[in-house]
């Protein structure tokens, strides 16, 4: 078992039991690592990951482009399922009120409470050739990415840190704008830190997704669009959170609707 398998495992025999209770209780926005993205040693990626469809809950690496028919038709039905509504104001939105960056305490979410912190587990579930700071299971220091938005891999360093950044696939200002802003702190917490709503991808993408939304910011590798569609319909599914109508008929848009 390799050191995140350790870590899940510490999870689940931590309390995951009572996760399962209140999971449903119910990204961009410079929440990743800081600064500007560093040139990155990029080929292309194979495109490798797991299909979204078969990792409800967001602990499979990844995310794998959705290309049989029947994959999209069954991404078109759940997209189907997510509400819409206008954005709201921001009024009021910090980075704060979501907890504070990366924090092993957000309680209802995989992973958490496993002795290492959020960004560092999103590392070592999509990284691989994982080196490890010395004394530590924890801090990944170095790693092969497949980007998942660039389609390229990425040879990552710590101290090039911001050329992998994790992205909030719901950005947290937007689930402010579209109903978090009354949510209670706790599940303001599980969406900052679930990874069902967390990629590791590369910096320069994350940077220029900001807090948009579908219809405004898309993947630049179009192959996996549409599984970043059903990802963004997961999340919003999960947390009870709407998408603008402009945005959801682009998410039906990548899979063929």
């Not at 025999?13 to 800081?34: E, F, I, Q």
């Not at 990552?156 to 947290?172: C, E, M, N, S, T």
Request: with cysteine; proline share 6%; glycine share 10%.
């Amino acid at each position: 078992m390799n050191r995140l398998g350790v870590r899940i495992s510490r999870a689940l025999t931590g309390g995951l039991a009572a996760v399962a209770a209140t999971a449903l209780l119910s990204s961009c926005d410079g929440a990743g690592l800081p600064g500007a993205a560093e040139p990155t040693n990029a080929t292309a990626a194979a495109g490798v990951g797991t299909s979204p469809l078969a990792n409800p809950d967001g602990t499979g690496p990844g995310l794998a482009p959705l290309t049989s028919e029947q994959d999209r038709t069954a991404a078109r039905a759940l997209i189907g399922k997510v509400t819409t509504k206008g954005r709201g104001p921001k009024t009021g939105y910090a980075r704060d009120r979501f907890g504070h960056a990366w924090m092993d305490t957000a309680d209802g979410v995989p992973l958490a409470r496993n002795g290492c912190d959020t960004r560092n587990d999103l590392l070592a579930r999509d990284g691989k050739d994982l080196r490890y700071r010395s004394g530590s299971d924890c801090v990944v220091v170095a790693m092969t990415l497949d980007d998942p938005y660039t389609g390229t891999v990425i040879d990552w360093r710590k101290q090039k840190a911001a050329a992998v950044q994790i992205d909030h696939v719901i950005p947290l200002s937007y689930g402010w704008q579209m109903g978090a802003a009354r949510w209670d702190r706790s599940k303001r917490q599980q969406l900052a830190n679930d990874p069902l709503n967390l990629l590791p991808v590369e910096g320069r993408a994350n940077s220029s997704k900001s807090d948009s939304g579908p219809a405004s910011w898309l993947p630049p590798n179009k192959r996996i669009r549409c599984a970043y569609a059903v990802r963004v319909a997961q999340v919003a599914i999960k947390y009870e959170l709407p998408v603008t109508a402009a945005d959801k008929r682009t998410m039906l848009t990548q899979c063929g609707g």
